[in-house]
Each structure stands twice: as C-alpha cells, then as structure tokens.
C-alpha cells in the first residue's frame, strides 16, 4: 500500500518516523477518518473543518488547504482502491512534529508531521432492517479527560473504555458523566428514540462533535419531519428507550439491541431506525 508522509507518497514499508516525534512521546497531535464509497467521500468538507479546528486548538499548523487535504486523499484512494477495494477509510493524522529532546512545552521552530493512509471498511451500511449490523453494548462512567471534542490522538481513555466494553462481550460502550448524563461511546456519538423522538446530547468539552451526528441532524432537518432534540438524556432514559443508534463514520447509523445483556424494547432493529438510514443513505453525499 501507498501512504503519505511529509509531503510524499511511499510505500509503506518506506515510512518512517522519528520515535522523538511527539505524536509517539505525547500523543500530541489531532487525527481524522473520513470514509468513501466508490471513491466518494462522505463529508470531506466538515471532516477536514473538524480537524482544522482541532490543530488550531492545538497551536498546530501543517500550512494545508482543503485543497491539498482533497488532492492526498484522492491520490491515497486511487493508488490503493486496486489492492484495498472500494469501501476506504482515509486516515489522517498530524503531530506538532519531532525534536531532538523531550520536554512538555511547545518546541518552536519545529515542523508537524503529516501522515495519511487507505485502509478498507465495511461495505455502505443500507437500510434494511435483516441487514444491519447491530450492536450489544454496556454502560459504564465516563472517566476521560474534559477535552472530548478534541480529535486528539491521545486515545487511552477511549481504548479502555472500548475494552471494558469488549472484555464483558459486548461492542461499545454508553458513557455518562459525573451527573449521570449520556456523553458518547468509545468511539461513536449516541442517538435514543423514545415515543418516535429522536434525543442526542447536545455538543460540549463531553463529547466529539461528530461528523456522522452533523450530517444526520441536517438531513432529518432539511428532509424529514420527526422531532429531534439534543439535550441532557439521563441513564434512566436510555434504559427505557424504545430504539438506541450508534453513529460514526463507518457505522453511518447502527441499532444497539442490547445494554448489559437486556434488550432494548423489544429486542429488534426498530421502525424509525429504518427511516432515518434511508434519509442517511439518500442524502448523505
Ligand atoms: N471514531 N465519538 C468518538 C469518541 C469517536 O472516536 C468517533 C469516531 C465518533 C464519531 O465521529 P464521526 O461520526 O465523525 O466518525 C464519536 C473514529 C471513526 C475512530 O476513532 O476510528
């Protein structure tokens, strides 16, 4: 496969970075997934905004344009859609850079280091109910950092609680904060349907202002009439949702059928599920 790397495209087996770079000492620097489908991409604008934002939180400047960001993930699927098929994830990831010597502070002077690779993901999720992928998940308390809505690549938080999730046998995990509202999951944005309303948190420091969650809530706002809302949604709410969604990139919209081993309603992908992933897959290019 074909990555890039500080301005090239190498074969992979040929990229290397320095173990002094800070993104491997500190995990400082932001990362991005954008999927695509037949070589299109879904959301490439609000992706690369989203990570612009993040780098600029961070004092981080690859001195790239949306331009430049298109031409690497265009070029990184045409070279890799032969071998890695047509469903591609791109993955993008920007460190403050490599220095000679550890310290915290931000070296100055420095460049970032910019990396970029094609990997395969599943096929487009569709609307139909036999063939969702359907998800068990487990509840737990939220006990990451207070900057959530940063896309930084400092992910142990995330990864044990994906594996708090997975060592219980389920495949994600609903998080709530001190107060005992509903943040997000390791890595996806949360969606309940309660009395045909749909509820999500609404965004903060709690939670990654999702891609997936931007673009459905446009879509159910231009394309459809059902009640939305994003609000605080308590624990007791979600255990008594009629229908739970997973959202992200390569998910799209995924109904969770049960939390801690009880199901959810009855047990089954729900009706309103099945809407909303028709508005999604109609509109979301
Ligand atoms: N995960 N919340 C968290 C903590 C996430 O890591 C993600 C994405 C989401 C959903 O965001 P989006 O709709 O923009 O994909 C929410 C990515 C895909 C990952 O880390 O692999």
Redesign the pocket.
């Known amino acids: 496969t074909t990555v890039y790397l500080n301005g090239a495209f190498v074969p992979a087996s040929e990229a290397k970075i320095s173990p002094m770079d800070r993104g491997f000492l500190f995990g400082d620097g932001i ?3 954008i ?1 695509s489908y037949g070589g299109r991409f879904v ?1 490439f604008g ?2 690369i905004d ?1 990570m612009h934002s993040g780098l600029a939180q961070l004092s981080i400047d690859p001195k790239l344009s949306l331009a430049d960001w298109q031409h690497i993930a265009d070029k990184l699927l045409a070279d890799n859609r032969a071998e890695l098929g047509d469903n591609l ?1 791109v ?1 993008f990831q920007v460190s403050r850079g490599t220095d000679t010597k550890r310290g915290h502070a931000f070296p100055a002077n420095i460049a970032p280091t910019v990396f970029g690779f094609a990997f395969a993901i599943p096929s487009e999720p569709v609307a139909d109910k036999a063939k969702a992928t359907t998800y068990a998940v487990v509840t737990g308390q939220d006990l990451r950092w207070q900057r ?1 809505h940063i ?1 930084s690549t400092s ?1 142990l938080g ?1 990864v044990l609680h994906y594996q708090q999730s997975y060592s219980q046998g389920a495949q994600e995990i609903l998080l709530f904060d001190k107060d005992g509202n509903l943040t ?6 949360v969606f309940i349907v309660k009395d045909g309303v749909i509820a999500t948190p609404p965004l903060s420091h709690k ?9 459905l809530l446009a879509i159910l706002a231009k394309h459809s009439s059902i009640k939305v809302e994003e609000r605080d949604i308590s624990e007791a709410e979600v255990l008594a949702a009629d229908e739970i969604w997973l ?5 799209e919209i995924a109904p969770v059928l049960y939390v801690n081993d009880k199901p959810v309603a009855d047990g089954k992908v729900g009706d309103v599920w099945l809407t909303v992933q028709q508005l999604f897959s109609a509109h979301k290019f």
């Open positions: 990362y991005e997934v999927p959301g609000p992706h989203r994830g993955y959530c896309k992910l995330n997000e999951g390791a890595a996806v944005n939670l990654l202002p999702g891609i997936t969650r931007q673009l959202t992200s990139s390569s998910k």
